[in-house]
């Protein structure tokens, strides 16, 4: 059975940083893809980022370029989400997802599975 398990949200002041971690575990997850996506308030959950965990190839959402990175620990079985000069409208739950395959999924309902999530508020 999949778990991803989300941690590292909070709280943090505009131009502040945040790391979230997703441990994944229940198979070896070579073959997937690994993303984030964060959902505000009466919005759609909206792709952030994602690495392919074969290669560590990425793709990163425009609204976060040059903002935001995702990488992957082999060792801890985790995929990094670091989110650096935060700004207010990167409030939202982040989520973690996995999929089979290679390939840029943005749209959430392509995901087959997904953490719990966890809340970033940033203040302004």
């Known amino acids: 059975q999949v778990q991803l398990v989300e941690s590292g949200g909070g709280l943090v002041q505009a131009g502040g940083s945040l790391r979230l971690s997703c441990v994944a575990s229940g198979r070896t997850f070579t073959r997937y893809t690994m993303g984030w996506f964060r959902q505000a308030p009466g919005n759609e959950r909206e792709f952030v980022a994602a690495?392919?965990?074969?290669?560590?190839?990425?793709s990163i959402a425009d609204s976060v370029k040059g903002r935001f990175t995702i990488s992957r620990d082999n060792a801890k079985n985790s995929v990094v989400l670091q989110m650096n000069s935060l700004k207010a409208e990167d409030t939202a739950v982040y989520f973690c997802a996995a999929k089979y395959g290679s390939g840029i999924f943005t749209s959430a309902g392509s995901w087959d599975y997904w953490g719990q999530g966890t809340q970033v508020t940033v203040s302004s």
């Open positions: 690495i392919w965990w074969s290669t560590g190839s990425t």
